[in-house]
């Protein structure tokens, strides 16, 4: 069965980088875009962009763009977020979700989500 | 960039009711809609998609209708285990972006 599972909760300080992880398994990788989706607490879902797993080419929103990264290892099926000089406002659930698209296009499996907590 | 605009922002409703949420695009996006609901604690997941298209697994009870710029959910028989937080999606290109959410909460 499909699943992605993300890696565990984090807490950070400030200035410090993360490193999410989003491992699939029971579809094949290359078929179908990874997308990344920001929920702050209390708040609502938040789509912060989407990297290609066939070309490995990234697109970020535009409040996502700079310190943080989208990146693939197709080797072992694996997206990852790294985000850089992190701040209290970064503080958030990050959800991965695969998009199908083949005329149309929605997020039909979710990882589980990886809290961080920014906070000295 | 397109904006989703959902309404209303909560409601609370009795078991048995119809219940609509409706969200409204800033621009055009044909049917290229979609709907999620997300528990607490819990990842979104998916209802609808393509404005009406019921996912499998997902409840009868759950419609979604529109084209265009304007879109509505329906439950048409409020169930207990509905209670989450609904959000409406645009994948009319990128960016994609959600609605703000319709908190739905039970009498």
């Known amino acids: 069965q499909v699943q992605l599972v993300q890696s565990g909760s984090e807490l950070k300080n400030p200035g410090a980088s993360v490193k999410i992880s989003c491992k699939a398994s029971?579809?094949?990788?290359?078929?179908?875009?990874m997308h990344w989706v920001r929920q702050a607490p209390g708040q609502g879902l938040e789509w912060m962009g989407w990297?290609?797993?066939?070309?490995?080419?990234?697109t970020s929103a535009q409040g996502f763009k700079g310190r943080f990264v989208l990146s693939l290892d197709k080797s072992v099926d694996t997206a990852y977020l790294d985000i850089h000089s992190l701040r209290p406002d970064d503080t958030a659930v990050y959800y991965c979700?695969?998009?199908?698209?083949?005329?149309?296009?929605?997020?039909?499996?979710w990882g589980q989500g990886t809290a961080v907590t920014v906070s000295s | 960039d397109i904006q989703m605009t959902q309404s209303p922002s909560s409601l609370s409703a009795s078991i048995g009711d119809r219940v609509t949420i409706t969200c409204r695009s800033s621009?055009?996006?044909?049917?290229?809609l979609n709907w999620y609901q997300q528990k607490p604690g819990k990842a979104p997941n998916l209802l609808i998609s393509?404005?009406?298209g019921l996912q499998t697994g997902v409840p009868s009870r759950f419609t979604g209708s529109g084209f265009g710029t304007h879109f509505t959910l329906t439950i048409t028989s409020l169930q207990r285990e509905d209670l989450g937080v609904y959000y409406c999606?645009?994948?009319?290109?990128?960016?994609?972006?959600f609605g703000q959410g319709t908190k739905l909460e039970i009498k």
């Open positions: 979700a695969r998009e199908y698209g083949s005329g149309t296009y929605y997020f039909d499996y």
């Open positions: 029971g579809y094949r990788f290359g078929n179908y875009g």
């Open positions: 990297i290609s797993t066939i070309s490995g080419n990234p």
């Open positions: 621009q055009t996006i044909s049917n290229y």
């Open positions: 393509a404005a009406s």
């Open positions: 999606q645009h994948t009319y290109g990128i960016p994609y972006s």
